[in-house]
């Protein structure tokens, strides 16, 4: 395990009383490197949506934790937000709760002379997920071709 896995996965437990408490769920922890900053960062939500107070209050309780445990060895700047309307599909439940919602998929390769897919989620396992095209095709894709995943959303 990097050491990046096992930082993202001490805040995790950290976090996890926190987000049970207020019934928060914890959608991501990323701890990645920016230009020369270090950045510790939780996406949390909740139903009806996340407020900056409710953001404020974890980042308040977990920002004591992480001074305690001290577990990180360099630097870090700790954020906590909202994952946004375009979110990406990470874990399983991200897949269970998109089932039947419209995605946007864009691959790494182009297949059939395209990179950017649309369409409603049909299926998912741990390797593949499969959509159904605006003509009623099927499309299924392997997970690592896919550079990104996520719910579509019109404006």
Same mark, same amino acid.
């Given at each position: 395990?990097?050491? #990046?896995?096992?930082?993202?996965?001490? &805040?995790?437990?950290?976090?996890?009383?926190?987000?049970?408490?207020?019934?928060? $769920? %914890?959608?991501?922890? $990323?701890?990645?490197?920016?230009?020369?900053?270090?950045?510790? #960062? @939780?996406?949390?939500? /909740?139903?009806?949506?996340?407020?900056?107070?409710?953001?404020?209050?974890?980042?308040? *309780?977990?920002? !004591?934790?992480?001074?305690?445990?001290?577990?990180?060895?360099?630097?870090?700047?700790?954020?906590?937000?909202?994952?946004?309307?375009? #979110?990406?599909?990470?874990?399983? /439940?991200?897949?269970?709760?998109?089932?039947?919602?419209?995605?946007?998929? #864009? &691959?790494?390769? @182009?297949?059939?002379? $395209? /990179?950017?897919?649309?369409?409603?989620?049909?299926?998912?396992? !741990?390797?593949?997920? &499969?959509?159904?095209? !605006?003509?009623?095709?099927?499309?299924?894709?392997?997970?690592?071709?896919? @550079?990104?995943? *996520? %719910?579509?959303? !019109?404006?």
């Amino acid at each position: 395990m990097s050491r #990046r896995e096992v930082y993202e996965q001490k &805040t995790e437990e950290l976090l996890m009383p926190i987000m049970e408490e207020h019934q928060f $769920e %914890l959608v991501d922890v $990323e701890y990645v490197k920016e230009g020369s900053n270090w950045y510790l #960062r @939780a996406y949390i939500d /909740k139903e009806g949506g996340i407020t900056v107070d409710d953001c404020e209050l974890v980042s308040r *309780r977990m920002s !004591d934790l992480l001074d305690e445990e001290d577990y990180i060895e360099e630097s870090y700047i700790f954020e906590v937000s909202s994952p946004g309307l375009g #979110r990406p599909l990470k874990k399983e /439940k991200d897949y269970v709760r998109s089932v039947g919602k419209e995605l946007e998929i #864009r &691959t790494y390769r @182009a297949i059939n002379k $395209e /990179k950017e897919f649309y369409g409603i989620l049909k299926s998912f396992d !741990d390797s593949t997920v &499969t959509i159904e095209l !605006d003509g009623g095709t099927e499309m299924t894709f392997v997970k690592s071709d896919i @550079a990104l995943i *996520r %719910l579509a959303f !019109d404006f």
